[in-house]
């Protein structure tokens, strides 16, 4: 049987729903809200279901992306998955968003960066090698000031997500023509590669139950930098 995943994106600014049947994507729907995603997401997704005529308990799991990205987004779009399984008995599965940025590199011949912006003069950052049909994890997804992740390039790489937009002339500058840029669309991270992603997941390990999924941040939030740097002003102090 078909696996029907909906499938969640809010790593970054934008709101994206995607709707699939094994590997057929049967709509998508992305926004860039003026306001917080949580105002609109529950909202474009009773409109791609309503589209579509299909009901939450027609789907075998639900699927977000969990990281890294924008916290506030990550979190209002795995709690909202966490909702959507536990009102429907359903399992759930997360995914990297770096990983399906790379994914919307199709199948090339030399490694793909993937740079979602961190803000602070950082992004986040992995690189990723094709292999078996998808982009493969090479090293680990980390954070970082770019320049750092441009001195560990030593060959033709591609390069994707909108952190590549914010850094393209520092990435130029340091890489000149082993730098390769993916098409501006394939810079906005959309739920449909990230559906492709759970898919795969799900055929090769399986799903997850709710209490399990969590935001994958990699950066500690300003409110725990915050802490620890008080919690070391009152040591120091003492």
Known sequence: MAESLLTLSTATSLASVAVTRGEQLLGELTINPAGNQSDVLLLAVDRLLQDLDLSLDQFDAFAAVHGPGAFTGLRVGVATIKGLALATGKP????SS?????????????????LLD?????????????????????????????????DEVTSDANFVGDGCSVYRTLIV????????????????????????LALQQIRASGTTTPELINPVYIRPSDAEINKQKTAADNCIEG
Do not use: I
Not at 92 to 95: D, F, K, L, R, T
Not at 103 to 114: I, N
């Open 92 to 95: 759930v599965v997360g995914v």
């Open 173 to 196: 500058r340091k890489l000149g023509a082993r730098a390769r840029f993916a098409p501006w669309s394939a810079n906005t991270l959309r739920a449909g590669s990230a559906a492709m």
């Open 118 to 150: 961190a803000r602070k003069g950082e992004v986040y950052a992995a690189c990723f090698n094709w292999q078996d049909g998808l982009p493969q994890l090479v090293g680990c997804e980390k954070v970082l000031d770019p320049s750092l992740l441009l």
């Open 98 to 114: 770096l990983q399906a940025l790379a994914l919307q590199v199709s199948d090339a011949s030399c490694p793909v960066y993937a």
